[in-house]
């Protein structure tokens, strides 16, 4: 098929699905990433006279309108919220089966405390309180404490925000946000102990040699159990709390520091770790090719629209090829896994 004999096939396919849907097919679809195409060339004048005469002769509009994208966003807002509300209460339920209490620390805890925030609030939406209720957790009575209190106590125990935030699990920036709130007394009290176990840790006088006892014990752990850290409320979790605390404090040495680092040792479970991509645009492309193959390997197809960003990327080299943008070796990499390429003009 020609260029032209493609461009023209695709202005097809939209009217279509239009006629079909009602609506303009999703910007991460195929041909919602050509229709993107089409509005960024017309707007930046690179798009032939004769093309956007006749997308406009078939009804094409040119920018999108901005009730139906505000629509769109709220509806994806509430379909992601809904979605991810689930995931942490499944979260919960394998911690309660698990520990047999409910968290109140770390992400799961801060997520709870979060939903009870929310129902004193009057945010909470009914059907999402009876879930919770279902599996036992008490919505908080009684009043709030200002959480100007929280900042004061831990100033006077001499602790940053990031020290107290180790203890509880959280981030510096979560800490932050809580001091200038109010806080349920409940959770207060479980700061307050907190606060108090910190200080204990640093009062404690532990030997080297108990330190490298306890490291032995957490590397056989480690290996036991293929790297999976131990569970709240046992020994090894409290040991493992108490070294980030101590880093934190800077009351590690660099010896013990090192030993950890060897292990990989997870200093802030909190912060997710961000997989970066290579900067370099060969060794990119080279990474989605592997991705690609990959997938086709694993799936027996080549990855479409509806798999993601992979989908798209493939369906950008054909585009590329079409524009005699793609160089011949890498068609000839993309064509050992399956990819076909439209015949050339004659």
């Known amino acids: 098929m020609k260029q032209d004999e493609s461009w023209y096939a695709h202005v097809g396919e939209l009217k279509a699905y239009v006629e079909e849907n009602g ?38 509009r040119w920018t999108v309108d901005e009730e139906t994208r505000k629509q769109s966003l709220r509806e994806a807002e509430k379909k992601y919220y809904t979605r991810t509300w689930y995931k942490h209460l499944n979260e919960l339920k394998e911690y309660l089966k698990e520990h047999g209490c409910f968290p109140t620390t770390g992400k799961t805890g801060c997520w709870l405390y979060q939903q009870r925030h929310k129902w004193k609030q009057g945010k909470l939406p009914e059907a999402y309180r009876l879930e919770l209720e279902k599996i036992g957790v008490k919505f908080w009575g009684g009043g709030n404490v200002d959480g100007q209190e929280i900042r004061n ?10 020290q107290l935030a180790c203890l509880l699990g959280m981030t510096g920036m979560n800490v932050s946000k809580m001091e200038r709130m109010d806080v349920p007394e409940e959770r207060v009290r479980v700061i307050f102990q907190k606060m108090e176990e910190g200080q204990k840790i640093l009062q404690q006088n532990q030997s080297e040699e108990k330190w490298q ?88 197809r080549l990855p479409t629209s509806k798999d993601g960003r992979i989908g798209i990327w493939v369906y950008q080299q054909k585009y590329r090829y079409l524009h005699g943008r793609l160089p011949e070796d890498r068609k000839k990499k993309l064509e050992e896994i399956g990819v076909v390429f439209e015949p050339e003009d004659k």
Request: glycine letters at 4%; hydrophobic letters at 30%.
């Open 23 to 60: 609506k303009y097919p999703p910007s991460n679809s195929l041909l919602g990433y050509w229709v993107s195409h089409q509005r960024y060339a017309y707007h930046h004048g690179i798009l032939l006279e004769e093309r956007a005469a006749y997308l406009e002769a078939n009804g094409f």
């Open 153 to 162: 106590k831990r100033l006077a125990y001499c602790m940053t925000q990031e």
């Open 213 to 300: 006892k306890a490291m032995s014990e957490f590397c056989a752990y480690l290996k036991k159990h293929n790297g999976t850290y131990p569970p709240e409320g046992t020994k090894l979790a409290k040991w493992v709390l108490e070294q980030r605390f101590l880093k934190s404090c800077k009351r590690l040495n660099q010896n013990q520091i090192r030993q950890l680092n060897a292990l990989d040792f997870n200093w802030n479970p909190e912060v997710k770790k961000e997989t970066t991509r290579p900067r370099n645009p060969k060794d990119a492309w080279n990474t989605s090719y592997m991705e690609a193959k990959d997938f086709s390997e694993e799936n027996g």
